[in-house]
Every structure is written in C-alpha cells, then in structure tokens.
C-alpha cells in the first residue's frame, strides 16, 4: 500500500516561497509519475504540476508556469514543489498525487498553502 505525506504548506505573504514535499513509502516511487493537485474553496480541483518517472519530464498548468517547479529524489523517495512569487489566487490545499499505469491511483492527505495579500 503506497503512502503519501504531503508537508511544507503554511502561510505566506505575496510574492513569497514555499516548497511542499511529498514522501512516499510502501511501494517502488521510481516507477510511479507523480503530480500536484490544488483545491481552493468554492473550486474544483486541478492539476497543478507533473513530473513523469520515465524521463523526469515536467508539466505544468499555465497559471504557474515561470513560478512553481516540481522535481523528484527517486533516492529519497520524495516529489518536491517549489513555489515562487506566491499569489493569493495559489491559496489552496495542495494534495500529492502517484499514478501508475494500470494501477489505482494515490493521493495524500493534502497540505494547506495560503497566500495573503
């Protein structure tokens, strides 16, 4: 059974940075793709960043592009989002996402970021 634990959200004041990490345990991280979802209140949930285990190709949702950065330790286990010039609009929980090809997909527990203006 693959765990996800998303950490790193907090409170942060316009244009400034986090990093979320997500570690994963219980299953063999390297083959998986792995990705981070957003939910802010009253919306639905998107993608907000994707990496893939094949070639570490990024993707990224156009409102984030130029910002945030989402990269993997396959030594550590670990998916990383590194979020810059944070905007109230990026308020969010953030949730880690492991997808397998043929495979249940698996999320984690979600990590709240909030942007104050």
């Known amino acids: 059974q693959v765990q996800l634990v998303e950490s790193g959200g907090g409170l942060v004041q316009a244009g400034g940075s986090l990093r979320l990490s997500c570690a994963c345990s219980?299953?063999?991280?390297?083959?998986?793709?792995m990705g981070w979802f957003r939910r802010a209140p009253g919306k639905e949930r998107e993608l907000v960043a994707a990496?893939?285990?094949?070639?570490?190709?990024?993707y990224y949702v156009d409102s984030v592009k130029g910002r945030f950065t989402i990269s993997r330790d396959n030594d550590k286990n670990t998916v990383y989002l590194t979020m810059d010039a944070l905007k109230p609009e990026d308020t969010a929980v953030y949730y880690c996402?492991?997808?397998?090809?043929?495979?249940?997909?698996?999320w984690g527990q979600g990590t709240q970021v909030t942007v104050s203006s």
């Open positions: 996402n492991a997808i397998r090809v043929g495979y249940s997909p698996y």
């Open positions: 219980g299953g063999t991280f390297s083959v998986y793709h």
């Open positions: 990496i893939t285990w094949t070639d570490g190709k990024p």
